[in-house]
Structure formats: C-alpha cells, structure tokens
C-alpha cells in the first residue's frame, strides 16, 4: 500500500506546489484546507489525480481531522496552514495564537496518537527578527519582533519537546522570503514580489516601505516544495530546525532594477515610511539542510522573477 501524507494549507501558494511534487513523486496525499485564504484554482491539476484528495476543513479542528487520521492512518504531516499576515498577527494576536500554534499542537498529539511518525512544520525565518549578525543560523538566538513570529517560534519549542518526550519526528522548516507563481497579489498575505509584478503588469507604480535599501533572501516557491517534500519523505532527517533560503540577499533596489528591465515603460516606484514590524536586513545561512539533503535551491533570482511575471 502506497504511504499517504498529509498536507495542510493544500490549496495554499506553498501548499498547491508541496502536493503537486508529492503526486509527481507517486505518493498519496490528503489536502486539507478551509480556503480562508486558499483557493480552489491552485489545486486544478493536483486534483485531477486519483492519488490525491482535498478535504475542506479547519486543520485546527480536531473533531474534523480525528476521522482523517484514523481512516488514512498517515505517515507523515506537512504543517502549513497558518495566518502568514505580520500585520494582521498585530491586529488580531487570539487568531495568530489559534492558528500559528493551537492548530499545530492540535496536530502534533493526533500524530502521536496514531503513530503518524513525521511532522514537517512551516516556520519562518521571521523567528530571528532583527539579528546583528548576518547571515542567521539556527544556533542564533531568536529575536522575534511580532506575535507572527513569536508564535512560530513557540510552535518550533512545542513541537521539538514533543519530539524529545514521544517518538514524533519534528522538523522545523524558517522559510525566508518565498516567491513564485500562485501567490495572489490582491491578498494581505502577499509577498513583495507578487504585488510589485501585480502593479508593473497593469502599469500601475509601485511603493516601496522604507529607503529600498533594505535585503531579502529570495527562494522560488518550486525550490521550497522541493526542501519540504524531502524533508517528509526522506528516511535519513534529523529532528531539529532548518533554514529555508538561498544564502543570497539582494535589496529591494536591486529588485526593481531587475523589473525595470521587464517593464522599461513602468513608472517609478514610490517611497513610504517603513511598517511596523519589518525587518531591515535578512539572509540565512543554508548550510544545515544543503548538508543534510544534498540539494540547493536552483532557480536563479531572476529567473524566477521572470516565472513570476509569466505565471508558469
């Protein structure tokens, strides 16, 4: 019998990507998502599979996943759902709580109670916040500056002292800034680059937070399916916490000068005074988990920016 994973936030950006490797891999995969944010439309070809299916439900509502659990008897669970808005973890810190640590504690006791041995959970590299010392490594000591990023590192702390109690394989993934096809420029939760392509595409400027000086380690949404489906399905991980990034930081000035050679006809950006909660400068080092898969991220930054543009 073909081993079946769990994926949450299937319908997510990072989510439709994850199954879509897992299916091309020849597993059996169970996506659970409440499409809060999720949509239907990134999931086409994932659901013309008969090796997959999609089961509209809050991850975090135990008397929904219980039955999953039991029916599927999973061998291993991809943690995605969560709210990914820094903003909104500020405006609404009860939601942040339910659904960046509550959901993840509510799913690491259903894997312990039905031997589903591994957990892969999305953190974020948003745990280290404004660190002195560049590039982050996982032994620095995390300096979260919003309920976002306390609440993930709370999760990490929970999970890995469940992994040190029972027998559940914690793997902590810190994502640095994920881009790439799929992610939807009109939602909260976008990413700088989805929104930028957005307004160059229609014309329209672009505004930048802060003097544009400030860096990003960019990694292709393709390179991060790719870390979180070895990262659930290899035999040979190490429980622990692992950055998720490239080892490369550009400024945002950077970035727009490369988009100024994709739209040479765009208005110039405008500048507005930084938000609450951002970060001047990050970059991960991603030696630990290179080392331990034998793989690097492989899209180059504007090649991926270029994907972005084209929506493949």
Not at 193 to 221: A, C
Not at 239 to 263: D, P, W
């Amino acid at each position: 019998m073909t081993p079946v994973f769990l994926v949450t936030g299937a319908a997510g950006f990072i989510g439709s990507h994850s199954v879509e490797w897992l299916l091309r891999h020849g597993w059996q995969v169970v996506g659970v998502d409440n499409l809060r944010t999720g949509r239907l439309d990134n999931l086409v070809d994932a659901r013309a599979s008969p090796n997959f299916t999609l089961v509209i439900a809050d991850a975090g509502d135990e008397a929904a996943m219980r039955p999953l659990f039991q029916q599927h008897r999973f061998v291993g669970a991809l943690h995605l759902a969560a709210l990914v808005s820094v903003p909104e973890s500020f405006r609404e810190p009860e939601l942040n709580y339910r659904l960046n640590l509550a959901t993840a504690d509510t799913l690491a006791r259903l894997c312990l109670e039905f031997d589903c041995k591994r957990l892969v959970f999305a953190s974020s590299a948003a745990v280290y916040g404004a660190s002195a010392v560049l590039p982050n490594r996982e032994s620095a000591l995390p300096q979260p500056q919003s309920p976002y990023a306390a609440a993930k590192l709370a999760a990490e702390v929970m999970l890995l002292g469940y992994a040190a109690s029972y027998r559940l394989e914690a793997v902590c993934l810190r994502y640095f800034n994920v881009y790439g096809p799929r992610q939807d420029p009109g939602s909260p939760y976008s990413g700088v680059l989805s929104i930028f392509t957005n307004r160059f595409q229609r014309g329209l400027p672009v505004t930048v937070y802060g003097d544009g000086e400030q860096t990003r380690d960019f990694i292709s949404v393709r390179d991060v399916a790719e870390y979180n489906g070895q990262a659930l399905t290899r035999q040979d991980i190490v429980v622990g916490r692992y950055n998720v990034c490239t080892g490369h930081a550009i400024s945002l000035k950077q970035v727009l000068a490369i988009y100024r050679e994709l739209f040479p006809n765009a208005p110039p950006a405008e500048f507005a005074s930084g938000r609450i909660g951002d970060i001047r400068h990050s970059l991960g080092d991603p030696t630990l988990l290179r080392e331990m898969l034998q793989f690097s991220a492989q899209t180059p930054f504007a090649q991926g920016l270029r994907e972005l543009n084209a929506g493949s």
